[in-house]
């Protein structure tokens, strides 16, 4: 008798059909992207371009910075980040800023770093950050980070954003008619930031940016006008790209002075925060995956730098800038790109002059802005819209609760020793990044601390097993409810 096997025959696919498949799936996705943009911007056009301009508090001084210091080329600068924010729009449909790597331009001013020397720093973090995203380890990586890390990052950068905020006041001023003119502006804009939470629909970003454009139009006239001695008129300058290539030594300065050290901060806040914080922000928009994020890193600074370009990355206080100010779609950096192509390649010297200028009470505004935004995140840790839970997190803790568990889990999930075990986790990351400023130590400080209480309940496990429950920073099995109010229960 002839067998038969059951298994369905193997069909053999052709690569362009493969290919057709995807250019088609990519296709569709790029449709509802531009439909998005356009619905919104259509829908809240003020909302939009005040949105975009949500993140100059953190660009403008570092731009600036830079600039003066010959470390960049700002007419390569603005036109290349132009496009990338018009690309990143057009393929993401989200806010995705486009901003300094702020560790190597902090290196970069300290140091006095060439052009040749910062881009070298940034070429090898954009190749690094695109060989992890290629080969799949950005997404492995970000799969096994615990939410309370996740989220004490995020909220570590929204605080060291409103610290650094006071850097930007113009406290060495001389004339007290000056210094108090600064407080009562500042003032006026800060309860005009709490007016426009009431009123979204105001564009408080547009309205600082021209209030700012006007103040230095007004103190051209007045003190730097065309009688003033050494004046000179900013003029219209086309850019004429210059390509190099770095020496071996610039290479080797820009990567070990620079590079290594921005490299796990590009991944964690630039790439893994942004990816989950557009989840938070925008939940009925798709998120970009941290694989595609990492790419876009790669893609923009492996085409600018060359030309003198500021390395740049996205980055999580920046999304949540333009969200705070109305931006909820891809249009509001596309219209931030254009107007950074055009001064770019047309007026480069308007631009810088306009920049320098600008009154640094207003830019430390958007900054507190920013970072009060991002530090909102953090409240939903232990809420009913958590969106986690992931192996990891539910590993880390052993259920011994029952007084009111049932109610507990149809809530959040989350008994009352996990809560708290989260909280600290998050604020052990928090803690480290404010402490060090730096957030490699913090992830590593929220990490330990994870894995702290995943050993503590490997070993009151093993000591359950030998007949002896002895828990370790935590209620034991005899003092049941009454003790779940100890100080150590949420430490690690």
Same mark, same amino acid.
């Given at each position: ?42 829908r809240s056009p003020? #909302?939009?371009? *005040?949105? &975009? =301009?949500?993140?100059?508090?953190? $660009? /403008?001084?570092?731009?600036? !910075? +830079? ?106 001023? #001389?004339?007290? *008619?000056? &210094? =108090?003119?600064?407080?009562?502006? $500042? /003032?006026?804009?800060?309860? !005009? +930031? ?126 949540a800038a333009q ?127 994870h894995w702290s ?40």
């Amino acid at each position: 008798m002839e067998h038969r096997s059951n298994t369905p025959p193997c069909r053999y696919t052709h690569p362009f059909a493969t290919l057709n498949t995807h250019l088609k799936s990519l296709t569709r996705s790029l449709l509802q992207t531009h439909h998005h943009n356009l619905s919104t911007l259509l829908r809240s056009p003020l #909302s939009e371009i *005040s949105g &975009s =301009l949500g993140d100059l508090g953190t $660009l /403008l001084p570092i731009l600036i !910075a +830079l600039s003066l210091n010959n470390s960049i080329s700002l007419s390569s600068t603005l036109v290349f980040s132009g496009l990338a924010n018009i690309y990143t729009g057009v393929l993401f449909g989200i806010p995705l800023p486009v901003q300094p790597m702020k560790a190597i331009a902090a290196v970069a001013l300290a140091r006095n770093f060439s052009k040749e020397e910062i881009a070298s720093a940034g070429i090898f973090v954009a190749g690094a950050i695109g060989v992890l995203s290629l080969t799949g380890l950005v997404r492995w990586f970000t799969n096994r980070i615990p939410i309370p890390v996740v989220k004490g990052i995020q909220l570590g950068t929204g605080l060291s954003l409103i610290l650094s905020a006071g850097n930007l006041y113009p406290s060495s001023i #001389s004339s007290s *008619s000056a &210094s =108090l003119l600064n407080a009562a502006v $500042l /003032l006026i804009c800060f309860l !005009a +930031l709490l007016a426009s939470s009431a009123f979204r629909r105001i564009p408080y970003a547009l309205i600082i940016l021209l209030l700012g454009i006007i103040f230095v139009g007004f103190t051209d006239l007045i003190s730097d006008g065309p009688g003033a001695e050494g004046y000179s008129i900013p003029h219209f300058k086309f850019w004429h790209p210059q390509a190099f290539v770095p020496s071996w030594y610039s290479f080797q300065k820009g990567l070990l002075e620079a590079g290594i050290g921005q490299l796990p901060l590009t991944t964690l806040n630039s790439v893994i925060a942004v990816a989950f914080l557009a989840q938070d922000l925008l939940p009925e928009v798709k998120a970009p995956s941290t694989t595609a994020l990492g790419l876009s890193v790669m893609g923009i600074n492996l085409v600018g730098c060359w030309f003198g370009a500021m390395p740049v990355c996205h980055g999580s206080g920046g999304l949540a800038a333009q969200y705070r100010f109305g931006a909820r779609s891809g249009a509001s950096i596309i219209l931030l790109g254009l107007v950074k192509l055009v001064l770019g390649l047309f007026a480069s010297e308007i631009a810088l002059h306009i920049f320098i200028k600008f009154p640094s009470v207003l830019l430390c505004i958007l900054v507190i802005a920013a970072g009060l935004e991002l530090v909102k995140v953090g409240e939903s840790l232990n809420t009913a819209g958590v969106r986690n839970l992931n192996p990891l997190d539910r590993a880390s803790s052993v259920e011994q609760d029952t007084h009111n568990e049932d109610e507990d889990k149809i809530i959040t999930g989350l008994t009352e020793r996990e809560r708290k075990r989260r909280w600290a986790v998050m604020f052990t990351t928090v803690a480290g990044i404010l402490a060090f400023r730096n957030d490699a130590i913090g992830f590593s400080a929220g990490m330990l601390c994870h894995w702290s209480f995943h050993w503590q309940d490997i070993l009151e496990e093993r000591t359950s097993r030998r007949g002896g429950y002895t828990m370790l920073g935590s209620q034991s099995q005899e003092e049941g409810d009454n003790a779940q109010e100890r100080p150590s229960e949420g430490t690690c």
